[in-house]
Protein backbone atom coordinates (compact mmCIF):
# COMPACT_ATOMS: atom_id res chain seq x y z
CA UNK A 1 0.00 0.00 0.00
CA UNK A 2 1.22 3.48 -0.54
CA UNK A 3 1.98 6.04 2.01
CA UNK A 4 -0.67 8.70 2.53
CA UNK A 5 0.33 11.96 3.53
CA UNK A 6 -2.62 14.60 4.52
CA UNK A 7 -0.81 17.94 3.35
CA UNK A 8 -3.07 20.81 5.06
CA UNK A 9 -2.92 24.60 6.31
CA UNK A 10 -4.92 27.83 6.67
CA UNK A 11 -6.01 29.57 2.99
CA UNK A 12 -2.80 31.53 1.65
CA UNK A 13 -0.42 29.41 3.38
CA UNK A 14 0.93 27.91 0.45
CA UNK A 15 -0.14 24.57 0.16
CA UNK A 16 -0.25 24.30 -3.22
CA UNK A 17 3.14 25.63 -4.12
CA UNK A 18 4.13 22.96 -1.67
CA UNK A 19 2.61 20.46 -3.71
CA UNK A 20 4.09 21.40 -6.96
CA UNK A 21 7.71 21.49 -5.18
CA UNK A 22 6.67 17.60 -4.24
CA UNK A 23 5.53 16.80 -7.40
CA UNK A 24 8.28 17.79 -9.27
CA UNK A 25 10.93 15.31 -6.91
CA UNK A 26 8.23 12.15 -7.82
CA UNK A 27 5.17 12.41 -4.96
CA UNK A 28 1.55 11.55 -6.58
CA UNK A 29 -0.42 14.38 -5.61
CA UNK A 30 -4.65 14.25 -5.12
CA UNK A 31 -6.05 17.79 -4.79
CA UNK A 32 -9.37 17.72 -2.95
CA UNK A 33 -10.20 21.55 -4.51
CA UNK A 34 -9.06 20.27 -7.88
CA UNK A 35 -11.93 16.85 -7.01
CA UNK A 36 -14.69 19.90 -5.46
CA UNK A 37 -14.00 22.08 -9.09
CA UNK A 38 -15.00 19.16 -11.20
CA UNK A 39 -17.66 18.23 -9.04
CA UNK A 40 -19.15 21.58 -9.40
CA UNK A 41 -18.24 22.71 -13.35
CA UNK A 42 -20.86 22.48 -15.84
CA UNK A 43 -22.09 19.13 -15.80
CA UNK A 44 -20.36 17.98 -12.64
CA UNK A 45 -22.11 15.17 -10.42
CA UNK A 46 -23.00 17.24 -7.72
CA UNK A 47 -24.79 19.90 -10.06
CA UNK A 48 -27.89 18.65 -10.08
CA UNK A 49 -28.23 18.08 -6.30
CA UNK A 50 -26.85 21.37 -5.55
CA UNK A 51 -29.53 22.76 -7.50
CA UNK A 52 -32.29 20.54 -5.69
CA UNK A 53 -31.37 21.89 -2.21
CA UNK A 54 -30.47 25.28 -3.23
CA UNK A 55 -32.29 26.51 -6.44
CA UNK A 56 -31.49 27.84 -9.80
CA UNK A 57 -29.70 30.56 -8.50
CA UNK A 58 -27.03 28.44 -6.82
CA UNK A 59 -26.15 27.71 -10.75
CA UNK A 60 -24.47 30.36 -12.94
CA UNK A 61 -26.46 30.31 -16.68
CA UNK A 62 -23.72 27.67 -18.04
CA UNK A 63 -24.84 25.55 -15.55
CA UNK A 64 -22.02 25.31 -12.78
CA UNK A 65 -21.94 26.15 -9.70
CA UNK A 66 -22.84 29.86 -8.71
CA UNK A 67 -19.26 30.57 -6.01
CA UNK A 68 -20.01 33.88 -5.14
CA UNK A 69 -23.65 33.26 -4.40
CA UNK A 70 -22.88 30.41 -2.37
CA UNK A 71 -20.02 32.04 -0.56
CA UNK A 72 -22.39 34.67 0.80
CA UNK A 73 -24.77 32.07 1.70
CA UNK A 74 -23.08 29.79 3.57
CA UNK A 75 -21.56 33.02 5.63
CA UNK A 76 -24.66 34.31 6.40
CA UNK A 77 -26.47 30.97 7.21
CA UNK A 78 -24.72 27.91 9.01
CA UNK A 79 -27.27 25.36 7.90
CA UNK A 80 -26.65 26.05 4.18
CA UNK A 81 -23.18 25.70 4.73
CA UNK A 82 -24.03 22.68 6.59
CA UNK A 83 -25.87 21.19 3.47
CA UNK A 84 -23.48 22.33 1.02
CA UNK A 85 -21.05 20.02 2.89
CA UNK A 86 -23.02 16.86 3.31
CA UNK A 87 -23.00 17.05 -0.39
CA UNK A 88 -20.29 17.55 -1.38
CA UNK A 89 -17.72 15.99 1.62
CA UNK A 90 -18.88 12.50 0.53
CA UNK A 91 -18.15 12.57 -2.89
CA UNK A 92 -14.79 14.34 -3.10
CA UNK A 93 -13.85 11.76 -0.31
CA UNK A 94 -14.98 8.79 -2.52
CA UNK A 95 -12.90 10.02 -5.74
CA UNK A 96 -9.83 11.36 -3.41
CA UNK A 97 -9.50 7.87 -1.74
CA UNK A 98 -10.03 6.36 -5.72
CA UNK A 99 -7.06 8.30 -6.96
CA UNK A 100 -5.00 7.80 -4.10
CA UNK A 101 -5.32 4.38 -4.46
CA UNK A 102 -4.68 4.12 -8.11
CA UNK A 103 -1.37 6.11 -7.50
CA UNK A 104 1.57 4.16 -8.64
CA UNK A 105 3.96 7.14 -6.79
CA UNK A 106 6.32 6.05 -3.88
CA UNK A 107 3.61 7.57 -1.74
CA UNK A 108 0.79 9.69 -1.94
CA UNK A 109 -0.20 13.61 -1.17
CA UNK A 110 -3.54 13.95 -0.75
CA UNK A 111 -3.78 17.83 -0.01
CA UNK A 112 -7.21 18.97 2.21
CA UNK A 113 -7.09 22.39 3.12
CA UNK A 114 -10.05 21.15 5.91
CA UNK A 115 -8.02 17.98 6.52
CA UNK A 116 -8.38 18.22 11.01
CA UNK A 117 -11.83 19.85 10.66
CA UNK A 118 -13.55 17.37 8.48
CA UNK A 119 -14.79 13.53 8.81
CA UNK A 120 -13.49 10.70 6.92
CA UNK A 121 -9.79 11.78 6.25
CA UNK A 122 -7.49 11.28 9.09
CA UNK A 123 -8.48 7.35 10.12
CA UNK A 124 -7.30 6.91 6.59
CA UNK A 125 -4.16 8.35 6.04
CA UNK A 126 -0.49 7.25 7.28
CA UNK A 127 0.57 10.88 8.22
CA UNK A 128 -0.33 14.46 8.18
CA UNK A 129 1.55 17.55 7.03
CA UNK A 130 0.76 21.04 7.51
CA UNK A 131 2.05 24.07 5.85
CA UNK A 132 2.34 27.06 8.28
CA UNK A 133 2.98 30.78 7.71
CA UNK A 134 1.73 34.23 9.88
CA UNK A 135 -1.50 34.64 9.16
CA UNK A 136 -0.39 38.42 8.09
CA UNK A 137 1.27 36.64 5.40
CA UNK A 138 -2.31 34.75 4.74
CA UNK A 139 -4.56 37.46 4.41
CA UNK A 140 -2.06 39.27 2.07
CA UNK A 141 -1.82 36.59 -0.12
CA UNK A 142 -4.90 35.83 -0.04
CA UNK A 143 -6.13 38.94 -1.30
CA UNK A 144 -3.48 39.68 -4.04
CA UNK A 145 -4.61 36.65 -5.55
CA UNK A 146 -7.84 36.34 -5.11
CA UNK A 147 -9.28 39.77 -5.13
CA UNK A 148 -11.61 39.11 -1.91
CA UNK A 149 -11.54 41.54 0.26
CA UNK A 150 -9.88 41.36 3.61
CA UNK A 151 -13.00 40.64 5.62
CA UNK A 152 -14.05 37.89 3.60
CA UNK A 153 -10.66 35.81 3.91
CA UNK A 154 -11.01 36.84 7.70
CA UNK A 155 -14.56 35.02 7.71
CA UNK A 156 -12.58 32.30 5.86
CA UNK A 157 -9.92 31.99 8.35
CA UNK A 158 -12.30 32.20 11.45
CA UNK A 159 -13.75 28.73 10.11
CA UNK A 160 -10.80 27.38 9.98
CA UNK A 161 -8.70 25.63 13.32
CA UNK A 162 -6.21 27.96 14.61
CA UNK A 163 -2.51 27.76 13.76
CA UNK A 164 -1.71 26.52 17.04
CA UNK A 165 -3.89 23.33 16.61
CA UNK A 166 -2.73 22.74 13.31
CA UNK A 167 1.27 22.38 14.54
CA UNK A 168 0.16 20.75 17.70
CA UNK A 169 -2.30 18.32 15.38
CA UNK A 170 0.28 17.27 12.16
CA UNK A 171 3.16 14.93 12.37
CA UNK A 172 5.36 17.40 10.47
CA UNK A 173 5.27 20.79 9.67
CA UNK A 174 6.71 23.50 6.97
CA UNK A 175 6.74 26.73 7.48
CA UNK A 176 6.28 28.70 4.08
CA UNK A 177 7.35 32.58 5.98
CA UNK A 178 10.79 32.67 3.90
CA UNK A 179 12.35 32.23 0.37
CA UNK A 180 11.60 29.70 -2.31
CA UNK A 181 14.84 28.17 -1.32
CA UNK A 182 14.24 27.51 1.82
CA UNK A 183 11.04 26.54 0.90
CA UNK A 184 12.54 23.76 -1.50
CA UNK A 185 14.28 22.46 1.01
CA UNK A 186 12.14 21.67 3.43
CA UNK A 187 10.20 19.91 0.92
CA UNK A 188 13.47 17.94 -0.30
CA UNK A 189 13.85 16.80 3.22
CA UNK A 190 10.55 15.83 4.15
CA UNK A 191 10.85 13.94 0.26
CA UNK A 192 13.27 11.96 1.71
CA UNK A 193 11.80 10.87 5.09
CA UNK A 194 8.84 9.98 3.05
CA UNK A 195 10.64 7.59 0.92
CA UNK A 196 11.87 6.24 3.79
CA UNK A 197 8.51 5.20 5.48
CA UNK A 198 7.61 4.41 2.25
CA UNK A 199 9.67 1.35 2.41
CA UNK A 200 7.87 0.36 5.31
CA UNK A 201 4.29 0.69 4.49
CA UNK A 202 3.31 -2.58 3.05
Known amino acids: MTLRVGLTGGIGSGKSTVAALFSKLGAGIVDTDVISHRL ?22 EGALNRSWMRSQIFSDPASKRQLEEILHPMIRTQAKAEAEASTAP ?7 LLFETNGYLEWLDRTLAVDCPEATQL ?19 QQVSRNIRQQRADDLIRNDGELTDLAAQVARLHQHYLTLSTGSD
Open 40 to 61: TAVGGAAIPTIAAHFGAESLTQ
Open 107 to 113: YVLLVVP
Open 140 to 158: TRTTQRSGLDEATVRAIMA
